[in-house]
């Protein structure tokens, strides 16, 4: 993400799409940023989300045929703890954004119109880590907390989405 340095910066993605939960992992990661990811908002709570304290969430309004994501956002904003936390909604659900589009401005929530593409993605990503103060709680240990281990994904290795010989010389480039 040209003129934003986003290492270090922890991005939560709550999409049910596990493929695109998995591409936008993987774009994020390349560009430094550190990602945990869910499909489903019930088992990333208000109390996870706090824990977790994001610099930024990724948000889909829609799981299967219930709008969960827009009654955890609700949640979300109600919570003092939580409501700084920037919020970037992903949907394909074009009557639902109309439908919520002046609740998520007050909210101060960017809206990413699914299908999108590279570059948007990364500029709505962009926008919302330097638009508004990361939140700087207090940092999470997942090995540690049985909550968030229960929550977190078992994502496969970087080498395993690569084809055979690009892990070789990619650890190569990277010294490992």
Known sequence: ????????????????????????????????????????????????????????????????????????????????????????????????????HERLVAWDCGILPKPFGLEALLTAVRTGITARQPVTAGACDEHSDPVLSCYLDQRPSPRARLEPGEAAERDATRGD
């Open 1 to 100: 993400m040209e003129g934003v340095d986003v290492h270090h910066h922890h991005i939560l993605v709550l999409d049910d799409d596990t493929d695109l939960c998995g591409i936008d992992r993987q774009i994020l990661e390349e560009e430094g940023c550190q990602v945990t990811s869910g499909v489903s908002p019930d088992v990333a709570p208000v109390s996870v989300v706090t824990a977790l304290a994001p610099d930024l969430l990724l948000l889909d309004l829609r799981f299967g045929h219930t709008a969960s994501g827009v009654d955890l956002l609700t949640q979300l904003k109600a919570d003092p703890a939580t409501r700084p936390i920037p919020v970037l909604i992903c949907s394909a659900d074009t009557r639902l954004l109309e439908d919520l």
